[in-house]
């Protein structure tokens, strides 16, 4: 009998902060995307397009990439405001070697990967190992990201992108069996991380600090590495996104580039039922959170309604989801 109780211990402390295959709250969400679709389609028969969805589809890629770095963020319950403005000086960096220094776009794209993983790096290295509050260190490097960025621009649009960057865009030559690269780069990120989260230590020692950053470290944990390397692998995964940003749109790159990003990632985190308190979320949640806000995005624009609608919609998402995570946080403390 003495020797099963440990062993039941554990066993209740790894399915505590494991989540399930799909979470409750992600089903929501399948559900609710599903029938704005079939709203959408019903209003507008376009919105189910070939075209529509492999675009909607595209614009998703991008933000998906930043939603899922930010929920290994937000799990360890830390936060980045800095993503846009990294993912402004990855692609004014791919705009200005392709452009202006006749780089190939997959050479600029490593660059990019590049800078985005050492400016990750510099806010994961300050929250880690420098223990500044996270909120307060990526609001600094995010006026210090945009000031470079801005150097890059030097005040003027960058014109004359390759037509190669077409590869990562949303047209024919972007496309796999009509299905967009860009969101097949998104499935791969969101397969890995979701692998690596359940059943990889390192991804459940990422559970372990958001849920109790002081027992994780008594149990053995390497807090800091693993805080530094959320931050690094966002930095990756938003160096990856701008590459994606620029392979559609027109050939020309303006200091607006990334603007509200990290707003859009943090919606997509929070939506998806990631805790904004640390110690809980899925990369599968962050994903559907995405597609849900880009739905809204595309149905807004499709129905020619006003803007701020999307703005208006998102908002009270986010702020029932956030309601949904504070009940279920008081009613297991109430078990407890």
């Keep these: 009998m003495t020797s099963t109780a440990p062993e039941a211990t554990r066993a209740s402390v790894r399915g505590r902060s494991l989540p399930p295959l799909v979470t409750g709250q992600e089903l929501i969400l399948i559900v609710i995307v599903a029938a704005l679709w079939v709203l959408l389609a019903i209003s507008n028969p376009g919105f189910l397009s070939p075209f529509s969805i492999q675009s909607m589809l595209w614009r998703l890629a991008p933000i998906g990439l930043i939603a899922i770095g930010m929920t290994l963020i937000i799990i360890t319950a830390g936060i980045d405001i800095s993503v846009a403005a990294i993912l402004m000086v990855c692609a004014a960096s791919i705009a200005k070697l392709t452009a202006e220094g006749g780089w190939p776009f997959w ?5 990019s990967l590049v800078l985005g993983t050492a400016m990750g790096a510099l806010n994961g290295f300050f929250v880690s190992y420098g223990r500044v509050p ?9 006026n210090l990201f945009k000031f470079v960025g801005y150097r890059i621009f030097d005040s003027n649009v960058i014109t004359g992108l390759p037509s190669e960057r077409s590869i990562l865009g949303p047209g024919p030559e972007g496309q796999v069996f009509g299905v967009p690269i860009a969101f097949l780069i998104l499935v ?26 002081s027992a994780a470290a008594l149990a053995g944990v ?12 966002t930095g990756l995964l938003v160096g990856l996104a701008a590459a994606i940003t620029i392979g559609g749109g027109t050939a020309n790159l303006d200091q607006s580039v990334g603007k509200g990003t990290e707003l859009m990632a943090i919606a997509a985190t929070v939506i998806g039922g990631t805790s904004i308190l640390g110690g809980r979320g899925s990369v599968l949640g962050c994903v559907l959170g995405a597609l849900l806000v880009q739905t809204v995005a ?16 998102v908002g009270a998402f986010i ?6 995570d504070i009940l279920r946080r008081r009613n297991r403390r109430a078990e407890l």
């Design 107 to 111: 050479l600029a794209t490593l660059v």
């Design 134 to 142: 996270a909120i307060v260190i990526t609001f600094g490097t995010a």
């Design 188 to 213: 791969a990120a969101l397969v890995f991380f979701w692998y690596y989260l359940r059943n990889f230590p390192g991804g459940r020692h990422i559970y372990a600090i958001g849920d109790d950053e």
């Design 222 to 233: 390497n807090v800091r590495g693993r805080i530094f390397l959320a931050y690094l692998v």
């Design 298 to 313: 595309s149905g807004v624009t499709q129905l020619r309604l006003p803007s701020q609608l999307s703005d208006l919609f």
């Design 319 to 324: 702020i029932i989801a956030v309601g949904a």
